[in-house]
């Protein structure tokens, strides 16, 4: 009994040690392959950051209307993002080439289900894009407009419509990732009411005062007073 | 427009008259009596010329169209209908100018004139003779573009007086007092140049406008240019819900051109006066007090609400002026010209460059040109004609004077930042 015992331990030792040996160069090779991609990650950050640099990125990028992208970026700097972004990419590559060296099966599963949600995140991130550009565009119209017309609240007015924008934007996205769906249609719901509701009194209370200038002005012209200003533009 | 385009009973009506010296497009509105006197008054130019009066037929009435045809062929003045304002254009008063005058100089072309004529606007005067004057040098002393130079009341026409007019003057070098007409005279030489250049841009709301093309067109071909003392003109009361629109519209193919006719106008360094013919006209001029709240408070709203916008147009000198201002109570607000020409300047190359949306630019300018109007307005409310001509001949000397500024910023717009 006690020799069965003996035997057993000794086999289950001898199974762990060699599957803990035949680890060990996968480990050893996912230590490697980590450190390579670190070491080439932070090289390529370093070559990327300069180059755009010398191309006014950061200007370049605000130019053609993506401002709000330094909002998001460390230091505000855009360059710092994306030669961060590319570092960070080249790390988790080398991360998941070093896993393979582990179990393979398991990588091809994590690469296989990962490749399948790549077109998920990809139209999620066209979604906010383009989102943000309509967003930032009809947030800027309503509030140039809206100064044009002498309107105290103009900024109020913009803040609504880009955010109400946002909202919109970032839930399409969420469903697009299949991300708690329930939970998004309620919040966004929610949400998108609120701003509504919130803008429709704030617009409401803040048009007395226009809605009454306006009347007045209609009663004075009606009434023959004379209104006339002596000033012609165009 | 291309004579395949013409209606079929405006052709009919067309062939009736082969050719003609001197062809009149009115777009302003005038009545059959109005267009009889037209007639009247061009009869008698010297020389005779056989004159075709063009009028929108879209506005003419089937009885009128009767009266036209059934004129005797042996008058020097026929009267036609002609599609002056096309049904694509009718979306916005600038798109639909700009094709009025494309139709004239198509007919014009048709005709064979030697010259035409586009009446736009309405003047102070009894009589239609003010359009005989301004033929007269084209038919008689063969100049290539005559303006109008209309007596001025001091708060009107604000946005040639306070941009357009001392802007075209500083860029290309000649001095005229209202580039943009409406009413104005062109040779053959220069319509047919201006169908060639609205053939090359293509039609639609991106074509060049007519309006606009036509001085900077006339002064970099070193064609001969001549003003008319006209009366004044009756300027349409301001609609201050659309002011800003109206602003983008007007601005936006002055800008465009500036970009086209870069190369001419950075060569002109001096401005000369125009030849000028006829007898100024005398106005009255107000000299009450004025209100200007409403623009003041745009001016307000402008710095609370847009400097995030106008941060990306003007430097950061301009903009701390700008809030010093802001600061001031508005009996002491005056706008330095230096200023306003540096913000125009701004705006232009803004627009050039492309750094924000085109129309949001221009519309975001609106709360600045009000402040400007408002430090105008304050000089000259209680000012007579003479104060008029001293204050817009300073904003001329302004603007000349800010010309290196803009030659600089725009030759190199990354790198001269002040």
Known sequence: ?234 | MEAGSIPEQVQDKVEQVDSADLVVGVIAELDQEGLAAVCDALRVLPGSPRVVVLRDDRAAKPDQNNVAAAEPSASSCHLVPWPLLGSAAAGTSAVGTSSAYQSIFAASEKFGARACCVIASSVESATPGWIRELAQPLVERDFDLVVPNYARRKFEGLLNSSIISPLMHCLYGKRIHNPMGPDLGLSRRLFQKMLGSERGAGVGLNSVHSLATVAPAALCENLQVCEVHLPARIYPPTDWMNISSLLAQILSPIFQDMERNAACWQRMRTSVSVPVIGEPVLVSQDTGTVDISRMMESFQLGIRDLQEIWGLVLPPSTLFELRKLARLPSEQFRMPDDLWVRIVYDFALAHRLRTINRDHLLKSMTPLYLAWVSSYAHDLETAGGTALEERLERLSVAYEAGKTYLVSRWRWPDRFNP
């Not at chain 1, 990650?41 to 191309?55: D, E, N």
């Not at chain 1, 950061?58 to 401002?67: M, Y």
């Not at chain 1, 550009?133 to 419509?161: E, P, T």
Request: proline share 3%.
């Open chain 1, 1 to 234: 009994m006690w020799s069965q015992v003996k035997q057993q331990l000794a086999e289950s030792t001898a199974r762990f040690l060699t599957r803990f040996a035949s680890m060990v160069p996968g480990l050893a090779a996912l230590v490697v392959a980590l450190l390579i991609s670190i070491v080439a990650g932070c090289i390529l950050a370093a070559i990327v950051r300069p180059l755009l640099s010398s191309m006014h990125f950061d200007e370049r990028l605000a130019r053609w209307g993506f401002p709000s992208v330094a909002e998001w970026s460390p230091k505000q700097s855009p360059t710092l993002l994306v030669s961060r972004t590319i570092a960070v990419l080249v790390i988790l590559t080398g991360f998941l080439i070093g896993i393979a060296a582990i179990d393979a099966d398991w990588t091809s599963q994590l690469a296989r289900s990962i490749v399948a949600y790549v077109p998920n995140l990809l139209g999620a991130a066209l979604v906010l894009l383009i989102g943000s550009v309509v967003a930032r565009f009809l947030a800027r119209s309503v509030l140039i407009g809206a100064v044009n017309l002498n309107l105290h609240y103009a900024r109020l007015l913009s803040l609504g419509v880009k955010w109400m924008v946002v909202v919109l934007t970032v839930a399409m996205a969420l469903e697009h990732l299949r991300i708690a769906p329930g939970i998004v249609k309620l919040a966004f719901g929610i949400l998108f009411g609120g701003i509504v509701v919130t803008l429709a009194l704030a617009v409401g209370l803040g048009s007395k005062d226009l809605v009454t200038k306006s009347l007045e002005r209609d009663a004075q012209k009606a009434s023959g007073d004379n209104l006339e200003e002596p000033f012609r533009h165009i």
